[in-house]
């Protein structure tokens, strides 16, 4: 019934930026806390920021400053503004339901590659 469908990734060289989007379907999108997830290869997924249904803002320490998210309530929709890349950045990146993630009952989608190299 949810439906996350993530895009905007790619590959880009360290320092620069990309946009990454996730619109959604299937839930009460205005009331819902929503968040950006990645995993590495070889790495367990680990939590990037949330957006709350009030437009309260959290990041991991290591995107502190380089990243922001944001929402589009009429689009239904979150972003992921990430300036200032790293190698270590490098990812799918994945958007899911704060509940879901706390939970850890739902499904994730397909998610978009971020690849930061040189």
């Known amino acids: 019934q949810v439906q996350l469908v993530e895009s905007g990734g790619g590959l880009v060289q360290p320092g620069g930026s990309l946009r990454l989007s996730c619109a959604a379907s299937g839930i009460f999108f205005k009331f819902t806390s929503l968040g950006w997830y990645r995993q590495a290869p070889g790495k367990q997924r680990e939590f990037v920021a949330t957006?709350?249904?009030?437009?309260?803002?959290n990041y991991t320490d290591s995107v502190k400053g380089r990243f922001t998210i944001s929402r589009d309530n009429a689009k239904n929709t979150i972003y992921l503004q990430m300036n200032s890349l790293k190698p270590e950045d490098s990812a799918v990146y994945y958007c899911n339901t704060v509940a879901a993630w706390r939970s850890g009952v739902g499904s994730w989608g397909q998610g978009t590659q971020v690849t930061v190299s040189s």
């Open positions: 957006i709350t249904a009030t437009y309260n803002t």
